[in-house]
């Protein structure tokens, strides 16, 4: 299978060859990995029994999915991935703002899926072949699983499709298997001796809702345009590939995650979940967990990591998508050793997805906003320009940038960050809202209101739809 060479620029209808249901698979297979069932442990780690978890978990989800499942339909009529497609709304420099967006989401996942993964399996070798629970045996094990995933990235979508696919099918297998497996000790009961993290049900309740169910759908408001612009809308409908983003979202989101919460409770992980969930795994179970460790997280993080080498090309146009994946790989490899050595798990998994769900949402916001405004009709063209490191085109508006649209998402991820509770860091408005975390509806309706005042007119009138395209290399890094 050749390496694919395909960056951030348009692909050709001939190419657009996917279907929703491959939507569905990569979406279902790649999410049913332990990066991504440790976030049904979170509420069991915030002092929530079963029942609480589930409901956190499913609004989240539900809430999350109707905000970002829109955003597969801009993709779908650019033929590019969305933070370049986002330069319609916010300039083709004013694009940046979701390339960064984008870059850090998929750092921080990838990170915490070979973290996960990695732990776990490092102690299922060490009950399998008597493997040494040492830093050294951690080390190699990040490493491989690493260099897996930079490979699976670097050939590209159609060997992710792939893999997914298979994903899909032994991932769901393995996964009704091991709850057999947990089942007899499984009890609904927050584990002994555990306290609500923020003091009350309700807050906290709120806080898993955010951080564990939201934070899910919000970690691809950058990443589904990657797989939708494979899609060629002349032959698929965009209400078919709604439906199924949304399938694919909330199953292949609250499937794992799900049995992450059943697991938590079955082996008391209050504190920490790789740890438990391996010693308390039955031992004709532990081959199918180590597989799930191992092979569900090359396919999770090998999409993440593959989505950070598209945004970090289309930060740098000079260089290839295949340069910028090997340069994304080794960095999200050094935080996955941080993960390991350096932080506490909860605490810094919490901190990360609320501070970075609280500046996500207000740019998602925008840009649903603004493909609703122009009726999903794009320039595919005019968007490429900071690509071709040229200047002009209709999506030039101020130097490249569309000030009022970046004014309010500035805005918004202000309030955001000022509404967020987390272990590290509170935010100055939570006094105000009961110690509640309201940093996501806040930030989204703060977003809206202001880019609904400063933008009255359609985003691409505003622009300067008759500028013409001139060729500045210099203006462009």
């Given at each position: 299978m050749p390496i694919e060479q395909r960056g951030v620029d348009t692909i050709p209808d001939e190419e657009r060859t996917s279907s929703p249901r491959d939507l569905v698979s990569i979406l279902l297979g790649s999410n049913l990995a332990l990066g991504v069932v440790i976030f049904g442990w979170l509420p069991v780690s915030f002092g929530l029994g079963f029942w609480p978890s589930v409901t956190s978990l499913t609004a989240g989800t539900l809430v999350g999915t109707l905000l970002t499942a829109p955003l597969a339909l801009v993709s779908l009529r650019t033929g590019t991935n969305l933070s370049t497609s986002s330069g319609a709304h916010f300039g083709v420099r004013g694009r940046l703002v979701g390339s960064v967006i984008g870059?850090?989401?998929?750092?921080?996942?990838?990170?915490?899926?070979?973290?996960?993964?990695?732990?776990?399996?490092?102690?299922?070798?060490?009950?399998?072949?008597?493997?040494?629970?040492?830093?050294?045996?951690?080390?190699?094990?990040?490493?491989?699983?690493?260099?897996?995933?930079?490979?699976?990235?670097?050939?590209?979508?159609?060997?992710?499709?792939?893999?997914?696919?298979?994903?899909?099918?032994?991932?769901?297998?393995?996964?009704?298997?091991?709850?057999?497996?947990?089942?007899?000790?499984?009890?609904?009961?927050?584990?002994?001796?555990?306290?609500?993290?923020?003091?009350?049900?309700?807050?906290?309740?709120?806080?898993?809702?955010?951080?564990?169910?939201?934070?899910?759908?919000?970690?691809?408001?950058?990443?589904?345009?990657?797989?939708?612009?494979?899609?060629?809308?002349?032959?698929?409908?965009?209400?078919?590939?709604?439906?199924?983003?949304?399938?694919?979202?909330?199953?292949?989101?609250?499937?794992?995650?799900?049995?992450?919460?059943?697991?938590?409770?079955?082996?008391?992980?209050?504190?920490?979940?790789?740890?438990?969930?391996?010693?308390?795994?039955?031992?004709?179970?532990?081959?199918?967990?180590?597989?799930?460790?191992?092979?569900?997280?090359?396919?999770?993080?090998?999409?993440?990591?593959?989505?950070?080498?598209?945004?970090?090309?289309?930060?740098?146009?000079?260089?290839?998508?295949?340069?910028?994946?090997?340069?994304?790989?080794?960095?999200?490899?050094?935080?996955?050793y941080l993960g390991h050595f350096a932080w506490d798990a909860q605490d810094a998994m919490t901190s990360f997805v609320l501070l970075l769900t609280a500046v996500g949402t207000p740019w998602a916001v925008i840009t649903v906003f603004g493909f609703t405004r122009c009726r999903g009709v794009y320039d595919a063209e005019a968007l490429q320009v900071y690509n071709r490191r040229s200047r002009g085109g209709r999506y030039w508006y101020t130097a490249g940038w569309n000030v009022p649209a970046t004014v309010a998402w500035a805005l918004g991820s202000v309030v955001g960050l000022a509404a967020v509770d987390t272990p590290l860091y509170t935010g100055p408005l939570v006094p105000y809202t009961g110690g509640i975390d309201l940093s996501f509806l806040l930030s989204a309706l703060v977003t809206a209101a202001v880019y609904g005042a400063v933008t009255r007119r359609p985003a691409t009138a505003a622009a300067t739809a008759g500028a013409p395209v001139t060729e500045a290399p210099a203006e462009v890094p």
């Open positions: 870059l850090l989401l998929s750092l921080g996942y990838t990170a915490l899926t070979l973290w996960v993964g990695g732990d776990a399996v490092v102690g299922t070798l060490a009950r399998l072949t008597g493997l040494p629970d040492s830093g050294a045996s951690y080390a190699a094990v990040y490493a491989l699983l690493a260099v897996c995933t930079a490979a699976g990235a670097v050939y590209g979508y159609k060997l992710l499709l792939r893999l997914s696919r298979v994903l899909a099918l032994g991932m769901t297998a393995i996964l009704a298997v091991g709850l057999i497996a947990y089942a007899p000790h499984f009890t609904t009961a927050a584990p002994h001796g555990s306290t609500y993290l923020l003091g009350g049900f309700w807050p906290t309740w709120l806080l898993a809702a955010v951080s564990a169910g939201l934070s899910g759908p919000i970690a691809f408001i950058t990443l589904l345009g990657d797989y939708t612009r494979y899609i060629s809308p002349r032959r698929h409908r965009s209400r078919t590939v709604f439906l199924a983003t949304c399938l694919g979202l909330v199953a292949g989101l609250l499937v794992p995650q799900l049995f992450g919460t059943f697991t938590a409770l079955a082996v008391g992980a209050a504190d920490d979940y790789a740890g438990p969930l391996v010693a308390g795994a039955p031992f004709w179970f532990l081959v199918p967990l180590l597989l799930a460790a191992s092979a569900g997280s090359v396919g999770n993080a090998g999409l993440m990591l593959y989505s950070m080498g598209l945004d970090l090309d289309a930060i740098l146009p000079r260089a290839t998508r295949t340069q910028a994946t090997y340069v994304v790989a080794g960095i999200s490899t050094f935080f996955v």
